[in-house]
């Protein structure tokens, strides 16, 4: 009876509606309740949206359509719901019952316009796997090829459009009944929602972005995606390769077959890093199901229903956002913010950057590596304080590419636990920095940056003579730093006016053919020579050996 209810329009859009009503009710109540937010009130809220979450995802499970795949997006959402929701989201995996058979087969037969066995010489009537959208089938090709069948489920967009629909009823309530709506762009959030899970009701766009990913990374060593077989391959079927080959997480596969896990992980770290740093498409879903490792320590890719995308002007914002973070311009981590549409018109400027000024002085000057649990938490809390504060929402690419590194963290740690991310991704993180333009243009920024040393040394000074014995202990390492970035550039200065000099004094004596002259300024163009190279080489190991 349950399986015929999840079909009926009415049933469905009442149990979504309800449940999300009955959580904004409990909201209020807890509230109206609570004035005083101790640690006890604090217990008790996360235990509240500890159930809220469960019951969401059993809910899901249950009715599977749009609920598993909202609760997917919402699990990438730190701008939107708190972590403790989040944390319980995160463990919504994709797996559902699969539809009879005879359901798949007239799909297959509709799509190919033929009798199933004229394009295959036999299918697996069960599916390997079952996903709120579609079912995936063993098969093999009249010339003996295993292929992977991937067929939509039966009657996926109609439930996926009724669910749309109770969605936009939420949506509704939430910006008229509470604050939330009226800092959101929810009818922008609604489109978000509607434009990415709509996008894999259509095996054809899987399809391109299969092709695309295939074209990007067929140079990339040690990593393979499959063969798609264009020609039977529909809007509700698509139809690949098939390959053998375990999780990557597999250890004892690695084993086996003489695999070094640490290999496979800097496989992986490698290939995402040119994923989410550089423009173009990114893997939105690399979790361990999704990648597969062959006998001989080949990294397969599979399944590109939820991709993202960096583009060019949002890879130049992000790094334009980060040099800002170095060189301490908050103007520029905000206008990039700006550019990335993270803030809403009605962002209060000053306010976003005095947060971030302070965010960043508090808990970045020490370094990453002096971060412990306690403080990672802290950081959390205070920017989902500060995301609330704030009209700000994250676009679903950014939110994606979140999602999808904190995925792949996570199997990086779980193949090769003794990962050294930062060591790693420092080559990496110089060669992003310097973007395409020039391999030199963020050393450029810092020089430029310090070509205000007249006006920043006494700036600099006065700040330090001014804060209190506490503030600076906390900034001695930075100013010292800073001291050293511009004194290098004065000497350099210094250096260059010398060589200015003697080459002037070289022109000179050369044309009044002045033989003393001549040599006193070679001799001095020599020594303001030595000079600059000397400070370059000084000024560009300190550089280098900054960690960022």
Not at 280 to 289: A, E, K, L, R
Not at 330 to 351: C, H, K, P, S, T
Not at 490 to 496: C, E, N, T, V
Request: net charge positive; aromatic share 12%.
């Amino acid at each position: 009876m349950g399986s015929r209810l999840k079909y009926i329009s009415v049933y469905r859009i009442t149990v979504i509606v309800w449940m999300a009503v009955k959580f904004l009710l409990q909201i209020f109540w807890f509230q109206k309740r609570h004035r005083i937010w101790d640690q006890v009130t604090k217990r008790k809220w996360k235990e509240l949206l500890k159930k809220q979450a469960q019951e969401y995802r059993e809910t899901a499970i249950r009715l599977g359509g749009l609920l598993i795949k909202f609760g997917q997006f919402l699990s990438s959402r730190a701008d939107l719901l708190p972590r403790s929701f989040i944390r319980e989201l995160e463990g919504l995996v994709d797996r559902v019952e699969p539809v009879p058979f005879h359901y798949s087969k007239k799909i297959l037969e509709e799509e190919w316009g033929c009798s199933i066995y004229q394009q295959l010489k036999s299918l697996h009537e069960s599916p390997v796997a079952s996903a709120s959208i579609g079912d995936v089938y063993h098969g093999t090709l009249h010339n003996g090829a295993s292929v992977a069948v991937k067929v939509q489920r039966y009657r996926v967009r109609e439930i996926f459009n009724v669910d749309f629909k109770a969605l936009r009823i939420v949506f509704f309530i939430i910006g008229k009944f509470t604050r939330y709506g009226k800092k959101a762009d929810l009818p922008a959030l609604y489109k978000e929602v509607v434009t990415v899970i709509t996008n894999e009701l259509d095996f054809r766009l899987e399809l391109d972005n299969g092709h695309r990913f295939k074209r990007r990374f067929k140079d990339f060593p040690y990593v393979y995606t499959p063969y798609y077989y264009q020609e039977m391959s529909t809007e509700r079927v698509l139809t690949m390769e098939w390959i053998e080959g375990a999780k990557i997480t597999d250890l004892s596969f690695m084993k086996k077959h003489g695999i070094k896990p640490e290999k496979v992980a800097k496989t992986l770290f490698d290939l995402c890093v040119e994923q989410f740093l550089f423009s173009g498409m990114f893997h939105s879903d690399p979790h361990s199901g999704n990648l597969l490792i062959r006998p001989d320590g080949t990294m397969v890719v599979i399944d590109f229903g939820m991709v993202g995308e960096v583009k060019k002007t949002d890879a130049d914002s992000i790094r334009s956002m980060v040099q800002g973070f170095i060189l301490e311009d908050y103007d520029r981590v905000v206008g990039a913010l700006i550019e990335m549409d993270f803030l809403l018109a009605e962002a209060d400027i000053d306010r976003v950057k005095k947060i971030i000024k302070q965010t960043t002085d508090l808990y970045l000057d020490g370094g990453f590596g002096q971060l412990d649990a306690n403080k990672t938490n802290d950081i959390m809390d205070e920017l989902q304080v500060f995301i609330k504060q704030q009209p700000i929402q994250l676009p679903a690419d950014y939110a994606f590419l979140g999602r999808a590194a904190s995925i792949v963290v996570g199997v990086l740690t779980t193949i090769h636990p003794q990962v050294d991310l930062i060591d790693w991704g420092r080559p990496v993180i110089k060669r992003w920095m310097s973007g395409t333009d020039s391999h030199t243009s963020f050393y450029k920024e810092i020089i430029r940056e310090s070509a205000k040393p007249l006006l920043s040394l006494p700036r600099a000074l006065i700040q330090f003579l001014e804060d209190g014995n506490k503030q600076r202990e906390w900034q001695r390492s930075r100013l010292q730093k800073k001291f050293f970035h511009q004194f290098y550039l004065l000497y350099g200065l210094l250096a260059f006016l010398v060589m200015s000099a003697g080459s002037g004094t070289v022109i000179y004596a050369f044309v009044g053919n002045y033989s003393l002259l001549l040599l006193l300024g070679i001799v001095v163009g020599g020594i303001g020579l030595f000079g600059m190279l000397v400070v370059t080489v000084s000024h560009f190991r300190m550089i280098k050996n900054t960690k960022y």
